[in-house]
């Protein structure tokens, strides 16, 4: 694979920082929350050209986030939790990538440990939400990871980036994807960093073998996993660790917005 470029040199990866709201917050609580978030990054003068920074609300809030984005020309990204793996028909509370296209939706999850542990979402499922998501002109956020009986039975790495291959499967001529690794047995107390940059590399390998090495160089891989301010700049610090998937801590806002401003409280 070509050379992986490094954070800090021409043609960077921007850091990601995402948070995933999961099933918390009605509309009119996304509001008062992306207000707020926007001016505390807006008062620490937040440089998003140096750090994205999106949020991923519940699909009932997305219309108001929209919105309120829109109006107030936000600089924050959003996107949708998940996505329907068929373009329309009988399918009671599923929601196709034509609609999340409509509400302007940048970025989709895809394949969140929750998704595949309490929907059973099979790699096969995973792989056409991918497609869909990408005809629709919107960014896939691919989400793999591996439970503590995974890593004894198959050691790190195997299983995420089997996972990556079948979400990719049919992606070919994909230029603009995003992975994040997101260990299920680190819920609660993490990953290291050390941990997260190896199977950071490996599923550049992955990306490069499938989509060609400029393109993996190109992409964002994030780790996820009891993600703070306390602990972000370690992860940043990895070569290939460009951001974070957060979760619990995406719900408060002076945390999440110290996550986001990693780069002022420690040097990367």
Same mark, same amino acid.
């Given at each position: 694979? #070509?050379?992986?470029?490094?954070?800090?040199?021409? $043609?960077?990866?921007?850091?990601?920082? #995402?948070?995933?709201?999961?099933?918390?917050?009605?509309?009119?609580? &996304?509001?008062?929350?992306?207000?707020?978030? &926007?001016?505390?990054? +807006?008062?620490?003068?937040?440089?998003?050209? +140096?750090?994205?920074? #999106?949020?991923?609300?519940?699909?009932?809030?997305?219309?108001? =986030?929209?919105?309120?984005? /829109?109006?107030?020309?936000?600089?924050?990204?959003?996107?949708?939790?998940?996505?329907? *793996?068929?373009?329309? $028909? *009988?399918?009671?509370?599923?929601?196709?990538?034509?609609?999340?296209?409509?509400?302007?939706?940048?970025?989709?999850? !895809? %394949?969140?440990?929750?998704?595949?542990?309490?929907?059973?979402?099979?790699?096969?499922?995973? /792989?056409?939400? =991918? &497609?869909?998501?990408?005809?629709?002109?919107?960014?896939?956020?691919?989400?793999?990871?591996?439970?503590?009986?995974?890593?004894?039975?198959? %050691?790190?790495?195997?299983?995420? =980036? /089997?996972?990556?291959?079948?979400?990719?499967?049919?992606?070919?001529?994909?230029?603009?994807?995003?992975? &994040?690794?997101?260990?299920?047995?680190? !819920? @609660?107390?993490?990953?290291?960093?050390?941990?997260?940059?190896?199977?950071?590399? +490996?599923?550049?390998?992955?990306?490069?073998? =499938?989509?060609? %090495?400029?393109?993996?160089? #190109?992409?964002?891989?994030?780790?996820?996993? /009891?993600?703070?301010?306390?602990?972000?700049? @370690?992860?940043?610090?990895?070569?290939?660790?460009?951001?974070?998937?957060?979760?619990?801590?995406?719900?408060?806002?002076?945390?999440? *917005?110290?996550?986001?401003?990693?780069?002022?409280?420690?040097?990367?």
């Amino acid at each position: 694979m #070509a050379g992986t470029v490094s954070k800090g040199d021409a $043609g960077e990866r921007t850091p990601f920082i #995402a948070g995933n709201w999961k099933m918390n917050l009605d509309h009119l609580q &996304a509001i008062a929350f992306v207000q707020k978030l &926007a001016w505390t990054l +807006q008062d620490a003068r937040h440089d998003y050209s +140096q750090t994205e920074v #999106a949020v991923f609300p519940p699909f009932t809030d997305l219309r108001s =986030v929209q919105t309120l984005i /829109s109006a107030d020309k936000l600089e924050l990204g959003y996107g949708a939790q998940d996505v329907s *793996a068929h373009v329309s $028909g *009988a399918y009671t509370g599923e929601v196709s990538a034509q609609f999340l296209k409509a509400l302007e939706v940048q970025y989709v999850l !895809i %394949g969140h440990s929750e998704r595949r542990q309490y929907h059973h979402e099979t790699d096969e499922i995973l /792989s056409e939400k =991918v &497609a869909l998501t990408l005809a629709n002109g919107m960014v896939p956020v691919i989400c793999v990871g591996e439970t503590a009986e995974d890593l004894d039975l198959y %050691g790190p790495s195997a299983v995420p =980036v /089997s996972q990556l291959h079948a979400a990719l499967a049919l992606a070919g001529g994909a230029t603009n994807i995003v992975v &994040a690794y997101e260990p299920v047995w680190a !819920i @609660g107390s993490g990953a290291t960093p050390e941990q997260a940059e190896q199977v950071a590399e +490996q599923l550049r390998f992955v990306l490069a073998e =499938v989509l060609g %090495g400029e393109v993996a160089d #190109a992409t964002r891989i994030l780790y996820g996993g /009891s993600v703070k301010s306390t602990n972000i700049a @370690g992860f940043l610090r990895q070569p290939n660790v460009d951001g974070a998937l957060v979760g619990g801590a995406s719900l408060e806002i002076t945390e999440f *917005a110290s996550i986001a401003q990693f780069r002022k409280h420690v040097g990367t």
